[in-house]
C-alpha cells in the first residue's frame, strides 16, 4: 500500500485547512484509514480514522476536524477548522488491516502503511 499526504502550509490560527491522503495498492474495503500528527519532542499522536464509513476523533480535535472519503478519487481528507497553534504538527495518514470492524483506534502500532507526512504551521 501506498499513502500520499498534501494539502500542509502555513494557516493563520483560527483558519481552516484540509488535508488529502490519496491511497494506492489497497482498496478501502477492510481497511482503516487513519490520521496522526508529530510536533516536535511530542509522541505521534493519532487524531482521526474512518473505517466503512464511520469516523472517530481524539479530545483534541472532536468538533474542529471531519475525516471523509472519496472512493472513486480513493482518497481521504481531513477539514480542519479553528486551528490554534498547537495544531501545528507534521501529519500523516496511515492505512491498517487490524480492525475487523467499526470502530477503528488511534494507536499508532496498529497502522501498517504510513505516508510521508505533510506540515502543518499555524500561526498566532
Known amino acids: 500500500a501506498q499513502l500520499a499526504e498534501s494539502g500542509g502550509r502555513l494557516v493563520e490560527a483560527g483558519g481552516s485547512l484540509r488535508l488529502s491522503c490519496v491511497v494506492s495498492?489497497?482498496?478501502?474495503?477492510?481497511?482503516?484509514i487513519g490520521w496522526f500528527r508529530q510536533a516536535p519532542g511530542k509522541d505521534r499522536e493519532g487524531i482521526s480514522c474512518?473505517?466503512?464509513?464511520?469516523?472517530y476523533y481524539s479530545d483534541s480535535v472532536k468538533g474542529r476536524f471531519t475525516i471523509s472519503s472519496d472512493r472513486a478519487k480513493m482518497t481521504v481528507y481531513l477539514q480542519m477548522n479553528s486551528l490554534r497553534p498547537e495544531d501545528a504538527a507534521i501529519y500523516y495518514c496511515?492505512?491498517?488491516?487490524?480492525?475487523?470492524?467499526?470502530?477503528?483506534?488511534?494507536?499508532?502500532?496498529?497502522?501498517?502503511?504510513w505516508g510521508q507526512g505533510t506540515q502543518v504551521n499555524v500561526s498566532s
Open positions: 495498492e489497497i482498496t478501502f474495503d477492510g481497511y482503516a
Open positions: 496511515a492505512a491498517s488491516f487490524r480492525f475487523f470492524g467499526p470502530p477503528c483506534g488511534l494507536d499508532h502500532a496498529k497502522y501498517d502503511y
Open positions: 474512518t473505517l466503512d464509513n464511520s469516523a
